[in-house]
C-alpha cells in the first residue's frame, strides 16, 4: 500500500513541478487615453499568472511624429517586472503633440506576447477638442445613418418613385455592398487582420464595429428602397446601358480578382482593398445621374430633400472632424497625406449643394406655379 501511495505522490509532484515549469504568462496592457504636453501617466502591465521570477521588459520606439524635434513621448527603455507581481507601473510622459508607438520584448520564454506586441501615445493639444471630435463623430454617424429614411418615408407617402434616379440606387448598392465586404473582412476575419498588422506593423485597424453597423444598416434601407422600385410607380424607368456598364465592368474585375487571391498571386488583404476602390469610384459618380434628372425634368419631385440635408449634415461635420483632429494631432496628413478620403468628402458635400439649390432655388418656383406643396412635400418643406 506504501508502495503505491508513494508511485502516486511521485506522479503528482512531477506533474506540477512540470506544469509550473512548462507554463507561460500572458503579459498585457493598458492603453493610454489622450495625453497633453507636460502630463505624466502611469501604465498598467499585467503579467497573469505571476511568474516566480524577475522578468526583464525592453521597450524600442517603431514609429514617432512630433511637431517640434524632440520626442513626443519619452518612457523607460527598459524596466524589470518584479517576481510574484501580478501588475506593475510604468510612466510615459508627454513632451510634445505627435504619436509614439512602441514595441515591447522580452528574452525570457516563460513570458507570452500579445500577436501585435505595441502600443501607441497620442499627445494633444486639447483634451476638450477630444471631446468635441467624438461628439462630431456621433452626430455625424446618426446623421449619416438616419439619410436613409427620408427618402423611404416618401416613396411610401407618395406610393411613387418617379424623380428617384435608378442609376443613382444601382450606383448606391454596388458601394454599400463592397464596402460591407471589406470592413467585414477587416474586422471579423483574424487571417486578414492578421495579414494587415503584418503589413502596416505600426498603423491601426481603420475599421471599427461602427463601420460594420452602419454598413449594413445602409445595404438593408437601400435594399428597401430598391423593393420599392418594383412595388410602387416608376413610369417605365430603369437602370440605364451606361450604369449597367460600369457595374458589371466593376463586379467583373473584382471576382477575376478573386481567382488571382486563390492562386495566391496577392494576398487576400489586397483583394479586399480592390472593394474598397470600386466603393471610391461609386462614390465619385453615384450623384451625376441624379443630379442630370432633376435638371432635365426641372423639377426634384421624388427626390427627398431630407436625404440631402442629412448627408448634408454628416459630410460637412466629417470634414470637419477631419481638420479639428489634424490640429490637435498634429498630423495634417489626415487631410492632406489622404486626399481621395478628403476629396470623396468635399465632392459628395458639393452635390449636397447643388441638390440644395435645385431644390430651393431654381426649381421652387415651379413647384409653386404647379399648385403650392407637390404630393409627398409637407408644410416644414424637407420631404422627410
Not at 483574424?190 to 498588422?197: D, G, Q, R, S, V
Not at 477631419?322 to 470623396?344: A, C, H, I, R
Not at 432655388?361 to 420631404?383: F, N, W
Request: glycine share 6%; charged share 15%.
Amino acid at each position: 500500500m506504501k508502495f503505491y501511495l508513494s508511485c502516486f505522490l511521485c506522479v503528482v509532484l512531477s506533474t506540477a513541478t512540470f506544469t509550473a515549469d512548462g507554463s507561460t504568462s500572458d503579459l498585457s496592457w493598458t492603453s493610454l487615453g489622450k495625453l497633453i504636453p507636460g502630463e505624466i501617466a502611469n501604465m498598467t502591465f499585467s503579467l497573469l499568472p505571476k511568474l516566480q521570477e524577475n522578468v526583464t521588459l525592453r521597450l524600442n520606439t517603431t514609429h514617432e511624429h512630433s511637431a517640434t524635434k524632440g520626442s513626443a513621448v519619452t518612457y523607460p527603455k527598459q524596466f524589470i517586472f518584479p517576481a510574484n507581481f501580478s501588475t506593475f507601473l510604468v510612466p510615459i510622459n508627454a513632451c510634445a503633440v505627435g504619436q509614439i508607438v512602441v514595441e515591447v520584448n522580452s528574452t525570457n520564454e516563460d513570458v507570452s506576447l500579445p500577436e501585435s506586441p505595441r502600443f501607441r501615445v497620442y499627445v494633444v493639444h486639447s483634451k476638450t477638442l477630444v471631446i468635441l471630435n467624438t461628439v462630431v463623430g456621433w452626430i455625424y454617424f446618426v446623421a449619416w445613418s438616419v439619410s436613409f429614411y427620408p427618402q423611404v418615408i416618401l416613396n411610401f407617402r407618395r406610393k411613387s418613385v418617379v424623380g428617384l434616379n435608378f442609376d443613382y440606387l444601382a450606383y448606391n448598392i454596388t458601394g454599400f455592398i463592397a464596402y460591407g465586404l471589406y470592413n467585414i473582412g477587416l474586422f471579423w476575419i483574424p487571417a486578414i487582420k492578421k495579414e494587415y498588422i503584418q503589413k502596416f506593423p505600426d498603423g491601426v485597424n481603420p475599421v471599427e464595429a461602427n463601420d460594420v453597423f452602419f454598413t449594413l444598416h445602409a445595404i438593408l434601407l437601400t435594399s428597401i428602397t430598391i423593393f420599392q422600385c418594383f412595388i410602387y410607380d416608376r413610369n417605365g424607368q430603369k437602370v440605364s446601358k451606361i450604369a449597367m456598364g460600369l457595374l458589371t465592368a466593376g463586379w467583373l474585375t473584382v471576382f477575376i480578382l478573386l481567382f488571382v487571391a486563390v492562386g495566391q498571386k496577392i494576398t487576400w488583404l489586397d483583394y479586399l482593398m480592390a472593394f474598397s476602390y470600386l466603393k471610391l469610384g461609386v462614390t465619385l459618380i453615384k450623384y451625376i445621374p441624379q443630379a442630370y434628372m432633376n435638371y432635365k425634368r426641372k423639377s426634384t419631385e421624388g427626390w427627398s430633400i431630407g436625404n440631402v440635408l442629412l448627408d448634408f449634415t454628416g459630410g460637412s461635420l466629417s470634414i470637419l472632424q477631419m481638420f479639428l483632429q489634424s490640429y490637435n494631432n498634429e498630423e495634417w496628413d489626415l487631410v492632406f497625406g489622404d486626399p481621395t478620403k478628403f476629396g470623396l468628402g468635399l465632392f459628395s458635400v458639393l452635390f449636397d449643394i447643388l441638390f440644395i439649390v435645385q431644390h430651393y432655388v431654381l426649381y421652387r418656383k415651379k413647384r409653386i406655379v404647379e399648385g403650392g406643396l407637390l404630393a409627398g412635400d409637407d408644410a416644414s418643406d424637407t420631404d422627410a
